[in-house]
T-cell receptor
C-alpha cells in the first residue's frame, strides 16, 4: 500500500513548454484533488474529481487541465507553462482510511520551476 | 464563498509552553473541519478533524473544538515540544471541496 504517489518529484520547464503531472493512489478512493502551494498563500485548490471520469474546477483552475480516466490516477496538465506556475504541487485523495473512517492523504509534492 | 482564516505566523514558543493557533471559517451549512501539519520538505498530514458542532478532535496531545456559534476551530496543545515545529493548516470540507487557510508556522525553542 503506497498511499498517494506523485511523478515527477522535480521539474524545470521553459516558458511555453507543456508537461503532465501524475498522481496515483492505491486506496480505491473516489475523491482526488490537485493543489498548489505558494509562500504566504497556503494551499489553493486547482481542480478536483469526485470519481472516475469526472473533473471540476477549484479556486485557481486557469492554465491547467485535468483528467481522471482511471479511478486510481489523476493527471494535471500544463499546456503552455508560465513563470507564475512555478510552485509546489500536491495531490490528495479522500476516502475510507484505517478503521473505515474517512480521511485524506497527501502525496509528497512535485516542485515545478518555470523559467 | 467558503473560506478559512487562521492567525499569521510565525509563532515562537519555548518548549513546554501552551499553544493556541486561531482558526475561523466562513461557510454555508455545516462543513467538516480539519487541522493538518506539514513538516519541512514533506506533504501534509491530517492531524485531527471534527465533523459537527461541539465535536472535539484530538491527536498527539493536540485538540480543537468545533464551535458553530463563533465559527471557530482553534488548535491547542498543553505542552509543546521541539518536534512540534512545523506549519499548521486549518481547513474545511464543504460540497466535496477541501479549502485551506494560509498556514501558521510554529517554532519551538528548546
Amino acid at each position: 500500500n503506497a498511499g498517494v504517489t506523485q511523478t515527477p518529484k522535480f521539474r524545470v520547464l521553459k516558458t511555453g513548454q507543456s508537461m503532465t503531472l501524475l498522481c496515483a493512489q492505491d486506496m480505491n478512493h473516489e475523491y482526488m484533488y490537485w493543489y498548489r502551494q505558494d509562500p504566504g498563500m497556503g494551499l489553493r485548490l486547482i481542480h478536483y474529481s469526485v470519481g472516475e471520469g469526472t473533473t471540476a474546477k477549484g479556486e485557481v483552475p486557469d492554465g491547467y487541465n485535468v483528467s481522471r480516466l482511471k479511478k486510481q490516477n489523476f493527471l494535471l496538465g500544463l499546456e503552455s507553462a508560465a513563470p507564475s506556475q512555478t510552485s509546489v504541487y500536491f495531490c490528495a485523495s479522500r476516502g475510507p482510511g484505517t478503521g473505515g473512517r474517512e480521511t485524506q492523504y497527501f502525496g509528497p509534492g512535485t516542485r515545478l520551476l518555470v523559467l | 464563498g467558503n473560506s478559512v482564516t487562521q492567525m499569521e505566523g510565525p509563532v515562537t514558543l519555548s518548549e513546554e509552553a501552551f499553544l493556541t493557533i486561531n482558526c475561523t471559517y466562513t461557510a454555508t451549512g455545516y462543513p467538516s473541519l480539519f487541522w493538518y501539519v506539514q513538516y519541512p520538505g514533506e506533504g501534509l498530514q491530517l492531524l485531527l478533524k471534527a465533523t459537527k458542532a461541539d465535536d472535539k478532535g484530538s491527536n498527539k496531545g493536540f485538540e480543537a473544538t468545533y464551535r458553530k456559534e463563533t465559527t471557530s476551530f482553534h488548535l491547542e496543545k498543553g505542552s509543546v515540544q521541539v518536534s512540534d515545529s512545523a506549519v499548521y493548516f486549518c481547513a474545511l470540507l464543504k460540497d466535496d471541496k477541501i479549502i485551506f487557510g494560509k498556514g501558521t508556522r510554529l517554532h519551538i525553542l528548546p
